[in-house]
């Protein structure tokens, strides 16, 4: 999609996100190209910041912000949102765990691995936060979390953001395609998000079987002709579009 869908106009997917997809709960929206993952991920941080939520809205790369930025501005328009009411900042992860770590731990750097300062040390990330206070974790994870193209960020994350929702009730939603993978070493299916995050929210929660994220599969295709999704599914092994 082009435009931003006003939330009158989504489709019968989309609105059933929109309207029953719980504001207190993991989240985790899946789909193929072009149906409509980041609208529901402007949608759902709208109405978080209408339910007086902190948000932080972290994306893969600058290209993906610049047009999301002007979308939740739409959005926000349409709600009659202020900028004032809630803190809200988007931004891609590199910056916004940059910023907690600096925020929480004055250091400058999150740690990386020697020698690829864009490759977080996730060992190091883990054993740091996973040994921290609770009120430590809480001024890290202070907002409500949307990560749009989900897929390009390594299990670790989830492994840590699973273990955090249970200890400190962070709350995020998760917006992926494993079929779009851009990053050669850092990503993950949509098996291994599910996984390592109900893993960690198990084994901080005590061994539990319970599954912590709500699921909700987009299917249609509004980015290309009937045609043209037609011949590209001859191709394509991953969720099928309508």
Request: glycine content about 4%; overall charge negative.
């Amino acid at each position: 999609m082009s435009y931003l869908p006003k939330h009158d106009d989504l489709d019968k997917e989309q609105k059933e996100i929109y309207l029953n997809a719980s504001l207190n709960r993991p989240v985790l929206i899946t789909g193929p190209p072009g149906s409509g993952k980041t609208v529901m991920g402007v949608w759902r941080s709208v109405q978080l910041m209408e339910s007086n939520f902190d948000m932080w809205y972290v994306a893969y790369n600058n290209t993906l912000i610049s047009f999301t930025e002007t979308w939740l501005e739409e959005a926000s328009k349409e709600q009659n949102l202020q900028e004032a009411d809630q803190d809200f900042s988007i931004t891609t992860f590199h910056s916004w765990f940059g910023k907690k770590y600096w925020r929480v731990f004055r250091r400058r750097k999150f740690p990386h691995v020697h020698g690829d300062s864009f490759l977080p040390d996730w060992e190091e990330i883990q054993n740091t936060l996973f040994n921290s206070s609770e009120d430590i974790c809480k001024d890290f994870f202070s907002e409500r979390l949307v990560i749009d193209e989900g897929q390009d960020f390594s299990p670790d994350l989830y492994s840590l953001l699973g273990y955090m929702h249970i200890k400190v009730n962070l709350l995020v939603t998760v917006l992926m395609d494993e079929n779009q993978r851009l990053d050669r070493v850092q990503n993950c299916t949509i098996d291994e998000m599910r996984s390592t995050f109900n893993l960690f929210a198990r084994e901080q929660r005590g061994g539990t079987n319970e599954q912590y994220l709500d699921e909700y599969a987009l299917t249609n295709n509004y980015r290309n002709t009937k045609q043209i999704a037609e011949v590209a599914a001859l191709f394509y092994n991953g969720i099928q579009t309508q």
